[in-house]
Structures are given as C-alpha cells and as structure tokens.
C-alpha cells in the first residue's frame, strides 16, 4: 500500500527550528515530485515547499523562503523539511505530498500530517 509517513513536528518557541520527515512506500519514489503543505485552523492547506524527482529544483512560498530547506534522499525514499526562525504564523498541520504520473492519470498522495506550533 502507499504509506506517506511524517515525523518531527512539536512544540517550539518563536525562534526556534524543526526538522520534519517523510518516509513513502508502496511506490516508485524517484520519479516523483515532493511536496510540503500546511494548514492552519480555519484557513486552506497551501503549499509550503517542493522539490523535483531527482532533486534538482526547489520551490519555496514567499512567507518561507530564507528560512525553509526542502530536500530529499531518494536511496532512503524520504524527504525533508528544515525549519528554521519558526514564527507563530508557522503554526500548522504539515503534510507530506507526493505526485507523480502514472499509466493514464498523476498521482497524488498524502500523509496524515504532523502538528507544529510555534508558542513562547
């Protein structure tokens, strides 16, 4: 089955830094493309952060950028998302997301997502 799960998340003060991870399963990991999403209470799950199939190119929303680093280690089918000068506007559930194209569609996978909140 495909499995997309997430681990890291947890409370931090304004300031701080996490680092959340993703291990997949159950498809051909390399050839898909990475994503990070969040979603905050009350508001849509917007993208955070992705990343190509081998890597090559990183994306970052602008509310990031400077202070999130998407990456991936296709040998381990895991990725990555390093967290630093977290904001209390960071607080969110982040979601690990996979797309990649299969026989006749893309695919899309999500994890369940981990809390991060970000409190003094």
């Known amino acids: 089955q495909v499995q997309l799960v997430e681990s890291g998340g947890g409370l931090v003060q304004p300031g701080g830094s996490l680092r959340l991870s993703c291990v997949a399963s159950g498809f051909t990991f390399s050839t898909y493309a990475m994503s990070w999403y969040r979603q905050a209470p009350g508001k849509e799950r917007d993208l955070v952060a992705d990343?190509?199939?081998?890597?090559?190119?990183?994306n970052y929303a602008d509310s990031v950028k400077g202070r999130f680093t998407i990456s991936r280690d296709n040998a381990k089918k895991m990725v990555y998302l390093q967290m630093n000068s977290l904001k209390p506007e960071d607080t969110a559930v982040y979601y690990c997301?996979?797309?990649?194209?299969?026989?006749?569609?893309?695919?899309?996978?999500w994890g369940q997502g981990t809390q991060v909140t970000v409190s003094s």
């Open positions: 997301n996979a797309r990649g194209r299969g026989f006749f569609a893309t695919n899309n996978y």
């Open positions: 990343i190509t199939a081998a890597g090559g190119s990183t």
